[in-house]
């Protein structure tokens, strides 16, 4: 518990209490009250007062608007921009949760857009034009947490949900698995575990499976197991229960032991795993060699040109080794490996394990049952994988995904419904602004809030008009392919084609 500090704890008065909550002082009025069951009093709070600081108490905000007063202007270009990529998702809503549809749309959306918790959804479907477009949703706490504890029993349309998502053809899944913390005794998932931050508090490891469709990333499936599985485990049930069948597990660097690579390989699923560059599994030969003749060929990844020699597969052997070189990456990590204050002092011992870092610099082997992948499309399908780690790593970040507050089976499975649909909405944002090559300039996740929040909608008495947007914004609708609508939708775009 953390110490109040003098200049704080003089501000408290009889009948409250002084809260530290990351770094701030919040004054609470409290009571006690008598527990028959535990046989004691027990202190219980009544209500926030306000926060504390060393001048004094600042007495917390009412509501800003009150009860019944017109608001004359709203966010529009945000949601709007959101949904006009996001069209066939409603739809599909409508088709598996007819009488859903709207509150789960609205909710997800404004999560994609605004990154809020929960108890904040109701407040911004109120500033915002989706109020106008979706009239009438009680999004309020209470009624939202009623709303989530019956979606989640609802895994069946989930599933079915999902699965209109899954391509038929030319296209292949990628794995992915993420922890989540979760310390509720009501879910039985949260079981100890082990994870790559080296926690062992009690988890929930989130399965998902992204498609990979004409250079595009998409989110498709996801599920939840307890945290002493391992994704290895998980890789064929989640491959039944998704219906599909053109997968490939692409592991972390190290994740994958030997005897999981063998299982993948009995039960059939493809898989490409990157060894640690001190693995004795594949050969140096071709670094050993003067300059880069021990290569077979390069090719232009990004930009950058990549050095490849594929190992010989072994007589019956069900993988195969390619050794990858980049130049850009050699140079840059052989800067790093020097150690001026010492050159001319080492010892044999040091010059050798200096050489043979050297060596290594830039390169990385790549381990697959991709017996006739050739060598670039095999290492652009890892290098996706990056891509997809990157943009889960910025939404949890954002979303505070790495932990989950839910106390129950059936709200902690709605809200994971519910990340899953702001995640693919985001998913479109990224795959837009990917093609039209805007992503050096424009994040997905951060977009909508930062360039697009500020496109008002304004009450005009009769109706509602688009106020003037400013010119970042316009450069941001432009990198989305959009163009701001010259009258205000009273309904949701659905006929908008996959972003």
């Known amino acids: 518990m953390s110490r109040i500090p003098p200049e704080i704890a003089r501000h408290r008065k009889p009948g409250t209490q002084i809260k530290c909550i990351r770094g701030h002082y919040y004054l609470a009025k409290v009571t006690s009250r008598w527990d028959p069951v535990a046989k004691k009093v027990r202190k219980v ?65 404004l999560r994609c857009v605004r990154h809020c918790a929960m108890r904040y959804t109701e407040h911004f479907y109120g500033v915002s034009y989706l109020s106008e477009r979706f009239p009438g949703l009680d999004l309020s706490s209470p009624n939202l947490s009623n709303l989530m504890t019956a979606l989640g029993f609802r895994r069946v349309q989930m ?35 082990y994870n790559s931050h080296g926690c062992h508090d009690p988890q929930i490891n989130l399965m998902y499976a992204a498609a990979i469709c004409q250079e595009r990333l998409m989110p498709v499936f996801y599920k939840r197991y307890p945290g002493s599985v391992r994704d290895v485990s998980a890789f064929e049930n989640m491959r039944n229960e998704m219906g599909a069948r053109n997968f490939i597990a692409v592991n972390d660097k190290g994740f994958v032991k030997a005897k999981d690579q063998a299982k993948l390989e009995e039960m059939g699923l493809p898989y490409i795993a990157p060894l640690k560059r001190n693995s004795a599994e594949y050969e140096r030969a071709p670094l050993e060699k003067p300059g880069l003749t021990g290569f077979q060929g390069r090719f232009l990844y990004n930009g950058r040109i990549v050095w490849y020699y594929g190992q010989p597969a072994a007589a019956g052997a069900r993988h195969r080794y390619v050794l990858y070189l980049d130049e850009t990456l050699r140079h840059l990590e052989q800067s790093t490996v020097r150690d001026s204050d010492d050159i001319g002092n080492e010892t044999a011992d040091k010059v050798a394990k200096i050489a043979r870092r050297q060596l290594l610099c830039g390169t990385i082997c790549l381990k697959t049952s991709l017996m006739d992948c050739d060598a670039k499309s095999l290492y652009s399908t890892y290098k996706i994988r990056e891509e997809v780690e990157q943009l889960f790593d910025t939404y949890k970040a954002e979303e505070d995904f790495n932990t989950t507050g839910m106390h129950s089976f059936e709200t902690q499975e709605a809200c994971l419904f519910l990340n899953h649909l702001s995640i693919m909405m985001a998913y479109r944002v990224y795959n837009v602004l990917r093609r039209n090559g805007a992503l050096k300039k424009y994040a997905a996740v951060k977009t909508p809030e930062t360039y697009l929040w500020d496109v008002r909608a304004t009450n005009v008495g009769d109706g509602w008009q688009l106020e003037p947007v400013p010119k970042t914004s316009r450069k941001a609708l432009e990198a989305l392919g959009l163009t701001p609508p010259e009258t205000l939708p009273p309904t949701p775009s659905l006929a908008h084609p996959m972003g």
């Open 159 to 193: 599933v079915a949900f999902m699965r209109e998502f899954i391509p038929e053809k030319d296209a292949y899944m990628l794995f992915d698995g993420t922890a989540m913390v979760c310390n509720s005794r009501n879910i039985y998932e949260a079981q100890r575990g």
């Open 45 to 109: 709070f009544v209500e926030h007062l306000g926060t504390v600081t060393e001048e004094g108490v600042v007495p917390r905000r009412s509501k800003r608007r009150p009860v019944g007063a017109a608001v004359y202007s709203k966010e529009f270009g945000a949601t709007w921009a959101v949904s006009e990529l996001t069209g066939d998702i409603h739809e599909a809503l409508r088709r598996h949760f007819p009488d859903d549809a709207d509150w789960l749309y609205v909710t997800a959306l």
